[in-house]
């Protein structure tokens, strides 16, 4: 599953909406849980585990197609 189609379905987004520029200002639904959310389905596709700070950086989807490709993903 693509980065964007995983994204759009936690934030409740359409696919093409979810551009690198897309912040989480930009999102209403993008609160904690939300967020908590998107990690660990994002950890679970990618096969990844991200460390607390990399969880509290990501705020657009910018950093988190950066942060999946520092950990050898395909985005």
């Keep these: ?9 936690v934030f409740a987004l359409p696919e093409s909406a979810v551009t690198d520029s897309l912040a989480l200002n930009d999102i209403p639904t993008w609160d904690s849980l939300a967020h908590m959310m998107l990690i660990v389905r994002l950890e679970e596709t990618y096969q990844v585990q991200f460390s607390g700070d990399e969880i509290a950086d990501l705020r657009a989807i910018g950093d988190i197609r950066n942060t999946l490709r520092a950990h050898g993903a395909a985005v």
């Excluded at 599953?1 to 379905?9: F, H, P, Q, R, Y």
């Design 1 to 9: 599953m693509s980065l964007e189609k995983n994204i759009a379905e």
